[in-house]
């Protein structure tokens, strides 16, 4: 079998590393049953699902009626600035507090798209500030820091 698609090939064995991962990794939790799951039973069956789906991913990259396709040059500052957007964000969560951490993550990684805004940044920052406290702070009753400490709010 002759790889046509690499794009895909890869993305495939990528999907395939991280659900085994997860799957093994939820091992080390009490699984439980169906009726009555554990903590690793969700997280277990979702790694097993995503390595099904990475393999097939994978698998029919290398079938004769695959798009032919190449991998383009992999970007690093993409990375760095994603990564670098969430370590910053979780590190000063606690510090600022999740209104303008969630807004600062959300600003900052848009830094990485190749057509960054900062008005379409910026909305999208608002509106998520706002979905994490509609569903993590008022839905799920999480206590979180929501200014920064220093205001003593």
């Known amino acids: 079998m002759q790889l046509r698609n ?3 090939f890869w993305s495939g064995i990528m999907f395939v590393v991280v659900g085994a991962g997860f799957a ?3 091992t080390n939790y009490s699984m439980g049953t169906a009726a ?3 903590p690793g039973y969700f997280p277990f069956w979702l790694g097993v699902c995503l390595t099904i789906l990475g393999a ?3 698998l029919t990259s290398m079938l004769p009626s695959a798009e032919k396709s190449e991998m383009e040059k992999f970007d690093w500052k993409i990375t760095i600035v994603i990564i670098g957007a969430v370590a910053l964000c979780g590190s000063v969560l606690d510090f600022l507090g999740v209104y303008i951490s969630v807004f600062l993550l959300v600003f900052l990684s848009s830094m990485a798209s190749h057509v960054f805004s900062w008005k379409v940044a910026a ?3 608002l509106f998520l500030v706002l979905f994490v406290w509609l569903a993590f702070i008022k839905g ?3 206590i979180f820091p929501l200014w920064p400490t220093f205001l003593g709010t």
């Open 123 to 125: 909305a999208n920052g």
């Open 56 to 58: 097939i991913v994978a």
């Open 24 to 26: 093994l990794g939820a």
């Open 6 to 8: 690499k794009q895909d």
């Open 140 to 142: 799920l009753g999480l």
């Open 36 to 38: 009555r799951m554990g």
